[in-house]
């Protein structure tokens, strides 16, 4: 599951290929479509991978790009503490 997520401004990327060599888990790859500067603007591949570490943006000469972390998801959260009140009233006292 993904952690994290980039956004990209297409027609500001002049293809430098920063973001995709210097990303950690290599999420990012140039795309072949064009944008309207005639450039190859990077796209993601393995999105599942992202770790949100903005990498990315921060090579970005041209702040086309920017990686962000996604917010945990509440369900999940609340899942988590339920199980973990559960487990406190199952656990037998330690004395």
């Keep these: 599951m993904a952690r994290g997520s980039v956004s ?3 027609e500001r990327c002049k293809a430098c290929g920063f973001c995709v060599e210097f990303c950690p888990t ?3 790859a140039l795309s ?3 944008n309207s500067k005639g450039y190859h603007p990077p796209h993601m591949v393995a999105a599942d991978k992202c770790s949100g570490c903005d ?3 921060m090579y970005c000469p041209d702040f086309a790009i920017h990686g962000f972390r996604l917010p945990k998801e509440a369900g999940a959260a609340e899942d988590k503490q339920d199980k973990d009140k559960k487990d406190k009233k199952e656990a037998p006292d330690a004395r």
Excluded: R
């Design 8 to 10: 990209i401004v297409v």
């Design 32 to 34: 072949s479509a064009f």
């Design 55 to 57: 990498l990315c943006g």
């Design 26 to 28: 290599k999420v990012l």
